[in-house]
């Protein structure tokens, strides 16, 4: 999570397992010797540009080094510079395949996993990817330089071998079904990367050193504030593979920068790059629309997925002491009219968030069957009682459930927590009223926040909008200094080790971890770590549903929407998608990976 660029499809078997590739339940898709992925075209051309708009929050970009703490990369580098030495599919879950590894070997016990590197792999520098390339990019992955998410996802790691020269043997405390391919998902790097004079600088002092990965591009032109251009690699190593045959094929891939939403909208207007993946609901069905959109250059298209809904959430920041009675997060649950903003603010274009695993097989629903209660039991009155009945459900205004009706009940559990109504405010016995901050980097974030701070004054409680520069967001939001912010977290059919850096309370001490809430509950551990060593799906099951039931009735998150499409335009008079789009696929990678450009453009 996070940004850390990792294959979260890949997941861990417990049989012995010697082959090409690796997946997480023992049945993968795709056959030894397969020619290429069934979603590609394996002819298309190369050649051409595309030309994007950056896919991050901030405007532009200070370092070449996305693995460590401070500054901010370029969009889209980790993928299109560095290999990994698994590749996942995105018509398949749970699996890998071998990339920079041409075999993946794991022990009949789970406790290792032996990589062997092939021959023909190259980085940039035209140096033979090694197994001491491996070695060390872990050691600095979980060195004292890098994000500690590193450290939490890598936490059953026990340590790497080198065996020989292109032999790598991962060894790993505990069985974790996840552990092999999560280590086989991590972007690999030279030992020559921010060398100098022979010795390597502090990692954190490798800012605009450029990258020496072994991925399909290389940095090319470089505008500051303006954009960057990735040129593909003429003499990729692996342009050839099974996993790579038919993707990587625009020569250029320009990101272009923007200082907001409305600028990034008219340049897509007036052609100055070919393709943007829309979020906002209002800019989709009224104000993506124009002349070139009659003339067919600009095609505006829906496509349907089937990835995990995620869990898109006002996160609630347990450090806060106004914040740590489950009955007032409760009420500021109670408080969100979804349908009501669904209706006036998103054109009926979203789905409510209804836990952590929506749209997979985790997630939880009616009350917990044996097989959960077995799991939740030990920790009666240790967790909030909520658990033991019906999966939790958003709260509803849309008929026969009315916002006055669910304010009524806020009202109570606000009561039961203390907080009465005393001189004109809402106060807990200490005379303190409920004040809290809602922190955005971008001040259009009020129109969807607006809703709920005027409902939640009618309990008494204020929320204050308060926006600040993205440098100061993102250092705030490192350093978990803030009460309530909104997150997108993407979501996974196979919950593993990620999972632990979100809600294991290791996590929640640890700067720029994922535990954004600071939630600290041995019950949660537990079923964590039942989680990620569960040997068979079966055992996993039960685990992650308990898990859902959990986190979602200590109201830490409170959940925002969903929608079941990418909403994408592009140019249709230079770009040519392949003819569907794999289930799994994460919108715009969609376009970089597989869609080419057309051999005659039509002029602007």
């Keep these: 999570m996070r940004g850390l660029p990792i294959l979260l499809a890949l997941a861990f078997s417990p049989a012995a397992w010697s082959a090409h590739g690796y997946a997480l339940w023992g049945d993968l898709k795709y056959p030894p010797g397969f020619p290429a992925f069934a979603y590609v075209n394996p002819q298309a051309p190369k050649g051409g540009e595309l030309r994007l708009v950056s896919n991050l929050r901030y405007s532009t970009f ?291 968030v209804q836990g952590l695993f929506g749209n997979t097989e985790c997630k939880s629903t009616g009350t917990p069957p044996p097989e959960e209660l077995a799991l939740l039991e030990p920790w009666r009155g240790k967790i909030p009682d909520a658990v033991f009945g019906p999966a939790y459900q958003a709260p509803r205004t849309d008929p026969p459930n009315t916002l006055r009706d669910n304010l009524r009940k806020a009202r109570e559990l606000l009561k039961q927590a203390g907080w009465e109504v005393r001189d004109g405010a809402l106060r807990n016995p200490k005379g303190e009223p409920l004040v809290l901050e809602y922190l955005d980097s971008a001040e259009g974030g009020a129109r969807t926040v607006t809703p709920w701070i005027r409902n939640l004054e009618k309990l008494g409680i204020t929320l204050n909008f308060r926006t600040v520069d993205f440098a100061l967001y993102q250092q705030r939001f490192q350093r978990k200094e803030f009460e309530i912010i909104s997150l997108a977290y993407p979501g996974t059919a196979t919950p593993g080790q990620d999972y632990v850096d979100l809600f294991g309370s290791k996590s929640a001490d640890i700067e720029d971890s994922g535990n954004l809430t600071g939630i600290k509950s041995p019950a949660v551990d537990e079923l964590l770590r039942r989680m990620t060593s569960a040997n068979t799906k079966a055992e996993m099951l039960p685990a992650c549903r308990a898990l859902e039931r959990v986190i979602m009735h200590s109201h830490i998150l409170i959940p925002q929407w969903t929608a079941p499409t990418h909403r994408i335009v592009y140019n249709a008079w230079r770009l040519q998608p392949t003819a569907t789009m794999p289930p799994y696929s994460q919108g715009e990678g969609w376009a970089i990976d597989t869609w080419w450009a057309k051999p005659q453009q039509a002029p602007l």
């Design 62 to 352: 200070d370092k070449y080094n996305p693995f460590t703490i401070k500054g901010s990369p370029p969009a889209y580098l980790p993928a299109l510079m560095f290999d990994s030495l698994l590749a996942g599919a995105a018509d398949e879950i749970g699996s890998g395949y071998g990339l920079l590894a041409e075999d993946v070997d794991v022990t009949p016990d789970g406790l290792a996993a032996t990589f062997r590197l092939r021959k023909e792999a190259r980085f940039h520098n035209g140096d033979p990817v090694l197994a001491a390339d491996v070695k060390y990019t872990f050691d600095t992955l979980l060195g004292p330089y890098t994000s500690p998410a590193y450290k939490t996802t890598l936490d059953d790691l026990a340590g790497l071998d080198v065996v020989d020269e292109r032999t790598v043997r991962f060894r790993f405390k505990r069985k974790n079904r996840e552990m092999p391919l999560t280590v086989g998902g991590l972007p690999i790097f030279s030992r020559k990367w921010g060398m100098v004079g022979g010795k390597p600088k502090r990692f954190d002092e490798v800012v605009m050193d450029v990258p020496i990965g072994s991925g399909p591009y290389r940095i090319g032109p470089v505008n500051f504030g303006k954009d960057i251009t990735y040129v593909r690699d003429p003499n990729y190593w692996g342009r050839d593979l099974n996993v790579r045959r038919g993707t990587s094929n625009f020569d250029r891939i320009t990101v272009k920068i923007y200082k907001d939403n409305t600028a990034r909208l008219e340049a897509l207007k007036a052609g100055e790059f070919d393709l943007m993946r829309f979020f906002s609901a209002g800019d989709w069905a009224r104000r993506v629309n124009g002349r070139r959109f009659k003339t067919g250059e600009l095609v505006k298209a829906e496509f349907r997925h089937q990835l995990p809904s995620g869990f898109q959430s006002y996160v609630l920041n347990l450090r806060n002491p106004k914040l740590q009675d489950v009955r007032v997060r409760e009420a500021l649950d109670l408080a969100v009219d979804f349908e009501y903003m669904n209706r006036q603010l998103f054109y009926n274009s979203y789905q409510r």
